[in-house]
């Protein structure tokens, strides 16, 4: 086994909004929710952290229907990245956004399954086409049915 290139310094979420739509109504079933995803990387002018800033947000698949909860939330995570890695920037955005998206995935469902409604569980999602889009944040945008 090899050790990875990156290292998790610390990750947290400076902003978690989720509210459950109280008018939300289970008779109509539980619409598709879309899911918009954006990453974003910057470096430490004074040492070797870089910070990844993965945004969540919730919106319904379908404009006319409502969904049981309203979730925008942002991660945060700070790595290091060994010197002798060629592409740290594409390493960040694939890895990086991927440990907070995880991280991120396990706390929406923590919260939601304490809500009033089916608990959310985002969908599985890829960064890696994320590569070519260099220097600019990532969007991304995955639908999911509540159970």
Do not use: C
Not at 1 to 6: I, T, V
Not at 56 to 67: D, S
Not at 120 to 135: C, D, G
Not at 139 to 144: A, D, F, H, L, T
């Amino acid at each position: 086994m090899m050790n990875s290139p990156l290292t998790v310094k610390n990750y947290f979420f400076p902003f978690v909004q989720v509210a459950a739509d109280a008018e939300f109504d289970t008779a109509e079933g539980v619409p598709e929710i879309a899911f918009e995803t954006k990453v974003a990387i910057e470096k430490a002018t004074d040492n070797d952290t870089y910070q990844v800033m993965l945004e969540i947000t919730a919106f319904p698949e379908n404009e006319k229907k409502k969904i049981p909860y309203s979730i925008h939330l942002i991660a945060v995570g700070l790595f290091s990245v060994r010197k002798e890695w060629e592409d740290p920037e594409k390493l960040l955005k694939i890895s990086g956004a991927s440990m907070l998206y995880s991280s991120a995935r396990e706390f929406i469902v923590t919260i939601t399954s304490r809500g009033p409604w089916p608990p959310v569980l985002l969908p599985t999602v890829s960064f890696i086409p994320a590569v070519e889009e260099e220097k600019r944040p990532v969007k991304r945008k995955r639908s999911i049915r509540v159970k």
